[in-house]
Every structure is written in C-alpha cells, then in structure tokens.
C-alpha cells in the first residue's frame, strides 16, 4: 500500500507542476507578443550552403597549387542578417560568407538577382558582403588574376554555388523579418 500512495503522490504532484508550467508559459507568451510588437526594427537571418566543389579545386587563398580540395570535413554557409524600419522599408542586409572573401564580381552578379526579385529594395547602397577569410574552401570564384593563378583559371562551379548561396540565405532573411530588438554595448 505504500509503494502505490507514494505512486500516486509523485504523478499527481507531477500532474501539478506541469499544469502551474504550462500556466506560467502561456503567461510569458502572451506578454512577449506585447513587447515584440513594440519594437521600432524588423530584423531577419538567414543561412544557405555554399561549400561548392567537394574535390580537385584549389583552395582560396593559399597561393599552392597543390593545396586542392579532397572531400567535405565542413559545410560552409552563407548567413545573412537584415535590419529594417518598418514604416519606410529602409534596410540594411550584412552577409558573412565561410569564404575567404567576396569580390566585386560576386557582388554585381549578387545584387543583379535581387533587383529582379526585389526591384529596388536591396542595392549597393544597403548590402554588404564579407568572407571570414578561411583558407579552407574551394577558389577559383574571384576575377582577380591573382586569386585565381592557382586555381588555374576561373572554376564556374565555385562562383555559382556562392552567388546562389548568398542570393538563398538573403532570400531567407527576408522571409524571416521580425519584431526585433538592437542592443549595442559599450565597454
């Protein structure tokens, strides 16, 4: 008889507690929506893989040219982050490629495709994209002859997967436009 009161006890006090959670939850989520709703940003993010040829490809940046690639040991991503007044539309989209870098090539060819989607809403005055400088990913996508010595010409396969890439993760950012909040510290 003790083991099954004791039973009893803990479902029920369980039971209880889950109720109070769920309460308390439900509580916060209603509050939040208020907060949220207040915010003077939308901000969005968005990610989309650009890892591009997985062999036989000189690797960005290493001036090598036995330094090719020979497999996959990471996906690289594209993550795009966009900040915008609700009321006026004005923008601003920051990417951050797992690139070496980007290029003025890539940028034109980037921003070609959002002004078909878009119209004017994202340019040159509102985008900018930045590579974290790994060494570790496929080049040959740059149109400076000095990047792409050792890639031994331009390789079309890395330059589309990242201009589609960074083109997908802004595409993503934008469907994902929120009420948000901007911090900034200082220290």
């Known amino acids: 008889m003790e083991a099954s009161s004791c039973l ?14 769920c309460l308390l939850l439900l509580h916060l989520l209603q509050n939040c929506s208020l ?16 890892t591009g040829p997985a062999a036989d490809v000189n690797m960005m940046g290493y001036a090598n ?7 996959i040991h990471f996906r690289l ?3 795009a982050f966009i900040v915008a007044e609700p009321d006026d ?16 090539l890539v940028n034109i060819k980037v921003l070609e495709r959002l002004k078909a989607r878009y119209g004017d809403l994202y340019n040159e005055n509102n985008v900018a994209i930045s590579g974290i400088h790994t060494h570790a990913g496929p080049g040959g996508y740059l149109q400076y002859v000095v990047y792409i010595i050792t890639s031994l010409g331009f ?4 330059f589309d997967v990242i201009v589609d890439g960074i083109e997908q993760s802004i595409v993503e950012a934008h469907n994902n436009l929120r009420p948000g909040k901007i911090y900034v510290n200082k220290g």
Not at 8 to 21: E, H, P, T
Not at 93 to 103: G, K, Q, R, T, Y
Not at 155 to 158: A, C, G, I
């Open 89 to 104: 539309g004005k923008r601003v989209v920051f990417v951050n490629l797992d690139a070496c870098m980007a290029s003025q």
């Open 8 to 21: 009893r006890y803990q479902v029920c006090g369980f039971g209880l507690s889950w109720i109070w959670l």
């Open 35 to 50: 907060v949220l709703s207040d915010s003077p940003y939308l901000v969005g993010m968005g990610s989309y893989d650009i």
């Open 155 to 158: 390789v079309r396969q890395s």
């Open 65 to 71: 040219a036995e330094q090719v690639t020979s497999g």
């Open 77 to 79: 991503k594209s993550r």
